[in-house]
């Protein structure tokens, strides 16, 4: 079975720009998670999507947003794109099977903000 | 909101030492996860603990989950450079869909 994707892999923009990136999940996950790392903060969970619903939001700027398509791929846009958002995105998919929520994880979407 | 600690931040041990990372967070959770990130990888899924005082062994691996709940850690007997990685904790937030994780503790292991 294929793992999660993520595309691009690696992006460069300009402060100001907007982005967005798209993760594919494992096939049959429905739920889809996505997080920032960066060295200083480590993983921070931005948000999570299921059926198309977004089910929580982390604590982030309406700049962030996201969202899952029927085939349960998904997508996060950041807008007005500030230096302090360069970091490795990741995005996750789980099965969520009664008692465990094993994340996948993509290998993730490297972003520099210039 | 809950706050998943996780210390030390960093460890450097000899091969074949033992190497020992906790973590604490501020309310009790549902169970919790421990994720290992090699360098330049994605976290890759350990284990999952659920119940209070549970005791789970993957080879030279042991992983506790307090009796409270609140607290858990993760031992290595005897460590190999190819456990050389970032360790992270992670428990659900109360909504049960938040993933939250504690910042890791990176271990380097020295021939």
């Known amino acids: 079975k294929a793992g999660v994707t993520q595309t691009p892999r690696y992006l460069i923009k300009t402060r100001g720009q907007q982005v967005t990136l798209s993760c594919s999940p494992i096939?049959?996950?429905?739920?889809v998670s996505w997080y920032q790392q960066t060295p200083g903060q480590g993983l921070q969970f931005l948000f999570e999507y299921f059926s198309e619903t977004q089910r929580n939001k982390g604590n982030f700027p309406g700049r962030f947003s996201g969202r899952q398509f029927s085939n349960s791929r998904s997508e996060m846009n950041v807008s007005t794109l500030e230096l302090g958002d360069s970091a490795l995105y990741l995005c996750a998919s789980s099965l969520l099977t009664t008692g465990l929520n094993e994340q996948y994880f993509g290998p993730g979407t490297r972003l520099t903000v210039t | 909101g809950q706050q998943v600690m996780q210390i030390p931040q960093y460890q450097h041990v000899q091969e074949g030492e033992d190497f020992t990372t906790y973590c604490n967070s501020s309310?009790?959770?549902?169970?919790i996860q421990w994720y290992k990130q090699r360098p330049g990888g994605h976290p890759v899924f350990l284990i999952q603990?659920?119940?209070?005082?549970e005791v789970k062994k993957q080879k030279r691996l042991t992983f506790q989950f307090g009796e409270a709940k609140k607290n858990s850690s993760l031992h290595i007997t005897a460590t190999q450079t190819t456990d050389v990685g970032t360790y992270f904790c992670?428990?659900?937030?109360?909504?049960?869909?938040?993933?939250?994780f504690g910042k890791g503790t990176s271990l380097l292991v020295t021939p």
């Open positions: 096939s049959g996950h429905r739920s």
């Open positions: 603990l659920v119940k209070s005082g």
């Open positions: 992670a428990g659900y937030s109360n909504s049960g869909y938040a993933l939250n």
């Open positions: 309310t009790t959770l549902s169970n």
